[in-house]
C-alpha cells in the first residue's frame, strides 16, 4: 500500500504535543511493515535546527491562496531510522516562525490563510512527486480541508483519483475555527458553507470539513470514540460523528522505543529496564532531585507532571488538592507551559513551598526524559484525553500514573482496586468523577501503596511489561487502511 501522512507537526523536526510523537512515530511502523509511507509537515522554522539530512527537491509550485499566488518549495528528508520520506512545505513567510500556531499564547492571525497554503500545497505536491497514494491520512484541523478538496474538485487531481482519506482527531477541542470571509482564501465554492458541512455556528470550521468529507474517521483510543459522540465531549459536532459512527475507529497510540525506553535514552542518569528499575529509577530520582535542587531523599515520593498547562489537563483539581497534598512527605515537579492562570499557580506554590515544589515553566525534551525516568508517580487528572501519551511514558518508565477515568486514560491504566492488586495486573490508578474529592482518594490510594514496596514493584512491573509499542497499532491502522481502499475502489467503480 502507498501511505500518505500529513500532519502539522513531527518529531524529531517540530513539536508542540503528542500529535509530533505520533506524525513521528506511526509512519515508521508503516514503513516497517513494508508500505511506501511519506510525511508531509510544514516547514516550521524548528525543523532547521533538527540536526536532520534536508536536501531542497528542486520542486516549486504555484499555490492558489484567495486572489494571491504563492510559492511552495518542497524539501526532503527521512524519519531517522527509517524508509519513510519526509516532504516539508517551506514558504517562509508563513512558517519561518517562533511558534507553530502562534507565539505568546496567542493564535497567528493569518492560520487559515497558512493552512489552506499547506493543505493546497500537499496536494499538489503528492501529485507532482507522482506519489499515487492509496490513502492520504490526514490528522487534526490543520489537515482538514484536504478530503474537501479531493471529493469538490476531482478533476484538479487527476493523478490521485484512487486515494481515499482518513482523517484522525487527535484533539477535538481544537475546531480550526475562521471569520467566514475566510472561506474565499480557500478556492471553495461558497455553497459548501451550510451546517451540514462546512459551516460551524456561523465560522468556518476545517475540523468539521475535514470530518465531513473523509471517507473514514480515526480518533486515539476507543473510549474517545465513544466520548466524542456525547453532547459533552462531542464539541457541538455529536450529531455528526453519530451520524458517521460507522466509519468511526479508535486506535490506541503507541510510544516509540527508539525515543522512549528507559534502556535506550541517552539523557538519564541511569539505564534500567523491569529488571532493574529498582537501582535505574533510584539512581535517576537522585540525578534529578539533585538536578533541580530538592533534598535527595530515595524515600520520599516524588510526583510528577509534565504537559500543557491548559484547563483540560485538570490544573483546577491539582490545585484544589495542592495544599492538603503537600501537607504529607512529597516532592512535586512540574514541567509546563501554557495557561497564564497556571503559570501563577505553579509560581505560587514554588514560592510557598521551595523546598517541596519545583517547577520549569518552558519546553525541554530532555527535561520530560529525566522526569519521567526519576519520579515515582505522575498526575494526569485530566478532564478529558483522547489518548495521552504521558501515562503511556510513564508507565514505560514505571512511573506510577493518577489518572482519570477519561478518553484514552480509561484504556491504558488499570487501577490498583483490591481485585487488580491480588492479581497482579494493577499499573496505576484511576478515579472517576473530576472532583478534588475523587482525585483526593487516588492520591491517598498511591501514597499508601508507595509504603508498600513489595506490592508497588508488583505494580511499577505490570506497568512496565505492558506493550504499547507502534506496531500494535500500526496493524490495526492497516486494517482500516484496507477499508479506505475497498471504499475507494468501488466510489471509483460506480
Ligand atoms: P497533548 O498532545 O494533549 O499535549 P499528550 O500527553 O498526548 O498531550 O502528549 C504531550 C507530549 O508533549 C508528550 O510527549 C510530552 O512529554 C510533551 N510535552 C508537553 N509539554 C512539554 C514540555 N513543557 N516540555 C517537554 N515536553 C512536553
New binding site residues.
Given amino acids: 500500500m502507498n501511505v500518505v501522512f500529513v500532519a502539522s507537526e513531527a518529531v524529531p523536526f517540530s513539536?508542540?504535543?503528542?500529535?509530533?510523537?505520533v506524525a513521528g512515530a506511526l509512519p515508521r511502523a508503516i514503513a516497517r511493515r513494508g508500505h511506501a509511507t511519506s510525511v508531509f509537515i510544514p516547514a516550521h522554522r524548528t525543523v532547521w535546527n533538527s540536526h536532520q539530512p534536508i536536501r531542497d527537491t528542486g520542486l516549486r509550485l504555484s499555490i492558489p491562496v484567495g486572489a494571491r499566488t504563492i510559492e511552495a518549495r518542497i524539501h526532503e528528508s527521512r524519519l531517522p531510522g527509517s524508509e519513510a520520506a519526509v516532504y516539508l512545505v517551506d514558504q517562509p513567510a508563513y512558517f519561518d516562525r517562533p511558534g507553530l500556531y502562534g507565539a505568546g499564547g496567542v493564535d497567528y492571525d493569518d492560520n487559515c490563510e497558512r493552512f489552506v497554503f499547506f493543505n493546497r500545497a500537499v496536494l499538489a505536491a503528492v501529485e507532482s512527486l507522482k506519489l499515487r497514494p492509496d490513502v492520504i491520512h490526514c490528522n487534526d484541523w490543520q489537515t482538514g480541508l484536504i478530503p474537501v478538496y479531493l471529493k469538490t474538485q476531482p478533476h484538479r487531481f487527476d493523478a490521485l483519483g484512487q486515494a481515499g482519506t482518513l482523517f484522525t482527531i487527535?484533539?477535538l477541542a481544537y475546531l480550526g475555527l475562521f471569520r467566514h470571509w475566510e472561506m474565499a482564501l480557500t478556492g471553495l465554492e461558497w455553497r459548501l458553507f451550510n451546517w451540514h458541512e462546512l459551516e460551524y455556528h456561523g465560522m468556518l470550521s476545517f475540523m468539521k470539513a475535514g470530518l465531513v468529507f473523509t471517507d473514514m474517521i480515526g480518533t486515539v483510543s476507543p473510549t474517545y470514540a465513544r466520548e466524542i459522540q456525547t453532547q459533552k465531549l462531542g464539541s457541538g459536532l455529536d450529531d455528526l460523528l453519530r451520524l458517521r459512527a460507522a466509519d468511526l475507529r479508535g486506535i490506541v497510540?503507541g510510544i516509540d522505543p527508539e525515543t522512549?525506553s528507559p534502556t535506550r535514552e541517552p539523557m538519564i542518569a541511569l539505564p534500567y529496564d523491569i529488571e532493574t528499575v529498582g537501582p535505574g529509577k533510584a539512581a535517576c530520582k537522585a540525578w534529578l532531585q539533585h538536578r533541580v535542587g530538592l533534598a535527595e531523599r530515595p524515600d520520599v515520593p516524588l510526583l510528577a507532571q509534565?504537559?500543557?498547562l491548559?484547563p483540560?489537563?485538570g490544573w483546577d483539581l491539582l490545585a484544589a488538592v495542592a495544599e492538603r497534598l503537600l501537607e504529607r512527605d512529597v516532592q512535586l515537579l512540574v514541567?509546563?507551559?501554557g495557561h497564564p492562570k497556571n503559570h501563577e499557580l505553579l509560581q505560587d506554590l514554588v514560592r510557598r513551598h521551595p523546598d517541596r515544589v519545583w517547577a520549569?515553566l518552558?519546553?525541554?525534551?530532555d527535561?520530560?526524559h529525566q522526569i519521567?525516568a526519576g519520579a515515582d508517580i505522575f498526575l494526569?487528572p485530566s478532564l478529558f484525553?483522547?489518548?495521552?501519551?504521558?501515562?503511556l511514558?510513564s508507565l514505560a518508565h514505571g512511573t506510577a500514573p493518577v489518572v482519570r477515568a477519561t478518553g484514552g486514560l480509561a484504556d491504558t491504566v488499570v487501577d490498583a482496586d483490591v481485585a487488580n492488586l491480588a492479581c497482579g495486573t494493577a499499573t496505576g490508578f484511576v478515579f472517576q468523577d473530576p472532583t478534588p474529592g475523587a482525585l483526593w482518594s487516588a492520591l491517598e490510594r498511591a501514597l499508601s501503596l508507595y509504603g508498600d514496596r513489595p506490592a508497588w514493584m508488583r505494580l511499577v512491573r505490570a506497568g512496565m511489561s505492558g506493550d504499547w509499542s507502534w506496531d500494535r497499532g500500526a496493524r490495526q491502522y492497516e486494517l482500516v487502511y484496507q477499508e479506505i481502499q475497498h471504499k475507494a475502489t468501488a466510489r471509483a467503480s460506480s
Fill in positions: 513539536k508542540t504535543g503528542g500529535l509530533a510523537d487527535h484533539n497510540n522512549w509534565i504537559g500543557r491548559d483540560q489537563k514541567l509546563g507551559e520549569y518552558g519546553f525541554s525534551e527535561l520530560a519521567e494526569m484525553e483522547p489518548c495521552g501519551l504521558n501515562q511514558y
